[in-house]
T-cell receptor, first 116, second 114 residues
Framework: GAVVSQHPSWVICKSGTSVKIECRSL??????MFWYRQFPKQSLMLMAT?????????EQGVEKDKFLINHASLTLSTLTVTSAHPEDSSFYIC????????????FGSGTRLTVV | AQSVTQPDIHITVSEGASLELRCNYS??????LFWYVQSPGQGLQLLLK??????LVQGIKGFEAEFKRSQSSFNLRKPSVHWSDAAEYFC????????????FGKGTTLSVSS
């Protein structure tokens, strides 16, 4: 079945530094990837949608200059949290889909980001 | 507006008892419905999904869900709960359109008592 690899699974960084999270589709071409953020004991909130070769579409309230998303190939999307602050600490999950929902949404295993 | 409502924030059931987790949705297009389970600190595991056809869908781990269009519901059921089922459960809705993200409910925490 479709597999999405997300790396790293956890990361600790200092305030003011940047962190890059990778999301790779291992056995299919992900035309669209989604990035979600999940606060403790809360639901997944969509941050942005990225299509290969295009600029990401950000949800209202998400700072695109802070959360840089790149989807340069059909198998890789990256989320870079720039100038991280403690309030950016969260669980980030990516999801990839091939040609729409009927083929399913495959989720990565998530990245736990802690900013100290 | 598109939304998913899971009315129950927290449910506790006894091991061996039956379970029903409620999910209601509001979606403009034909909905594609999903149930996911998440253990603490882990990613999401797909339990089952409904696209079309038989409205009673069987999933993994003995779960099933029934799509009721008239009630805009997609409730998750299990006849006999095991202690290992304790986790967070999310209902989600999407569309068969490229570039459409899933919308998640707020989740229901399931605790299993012995």
């Amino acid at each position: 079945g479709a597999v999405v690899s997300q790396h790293p699974s956890w990361v600790i960084c200092k305030s003011g530094t940047s962190v890059k999270i990778e999301c790779r589709s291992l056995d299919f071409q992900a035309t669209t990837m989604f990035w979600y953020r999940q606060f403790p004991k809360q639901s997944l909130m969509l941050m942005a949608t990225s299509n290969e070769g295009s600029k990401a579409t950000y949800e209202q309230g998400v700072e695109k200059d802070k959360f840089l998303i790149n989807h340069a190939s059909l198998t890789l999307s990256t989320l870079t949290v720039t100038s991280a602050h403690p309030e950016d600490s969260s669980f980030y999950i990516c999801s990839a889909t091939q040609t729409g929902g009927i083929h399913g949404y495959t989720f990565g295993s998530g990245t736990r980001l802690t900013v100290v | 507006a598109q939304s998913v409502t899971q009315p129950d924030i927290h449910i506790t059931v006894s091991e061996g008892a039956s379970l029903e987790l409620r999910c209601n949705y509001s979606y403009g297009a034909t909905p594609y419905l999903f149930w996911y389970v998440q253990s603490p600190g882990q990613g999401l595991q797909l339990l089952l999904k409904y696209f079309s056809g038989d409205t009673l869908v069987q999933g993994i781990k003995g779960f099933e869900a029934e799509f009721k269009r008239s009630q805009s519901s997609f409730n998750l059921r299990k006849p006999s709960v095991h202690w290992s089922d304790a986790a967070e459960y999310f209902c989600a809705v999407g569309a068969n359109q490229a570039g459409t993200a899933l919308i998640f409910g707020k989740g229901t925490t399931l605790s299993v008592s012995s």
